[in-house]
Nanobody, 118 residues
């Protein structure tokens, strides 16, 4: 059974930091591209950051220079370090694993709430 379990969300003041974690199980981690998405109330889910082939990172323009994605192939976990958080970063953050070798197979976590407020 495939599981992606996010943790690390919470309430933080503007300018603060949070580190999200996504522990995966049931997949061969190295065969998946992993990433973080977010969905704010009333908005569509959007890409935040991804790791492709274990090393190439991509970021949404809105988070470049503030967020850092990383992955640990031993712990089968992907992280999102979020610094200098802004109120507009408030959203539910989802972890995704996408099979790297075609076929469209992908898995999602249940999401973790991040709220940035004074």
């Amino acid at each position: 059974q495939v599981q992606l379990v996010e943790s690390g969300g919470g309430l933080v003041q503007p300018g603060g930091s949070l580190r999200l974690s996504c522990a995966t199980s049931g997949i061969i981690f190295s065969m998946y591209n992993v990433g973080w998405y977010r969905q704010a109330p009333g908005k569509q889910r959007e890409l935040v950051a991804t790791v492709v082939s274990g090393s190439t990172t991509n970021y949404a323009d809105s988070v470049k220079g503030r967020f850092t994605i990383s992955s640990d192939n031993v712990k089968n976990t992907v992280y999102l370090q979020m610094n200098n958080l802004k109120p507009e970063d408030t959203a539910v953050y989802y972890c995704q694993a996408h099979y790297s070798y075609g076929g469209g197979r992908q898995y999602w976590g249940q999401g973790t709430q991040v709220t940035v407020s004074p």
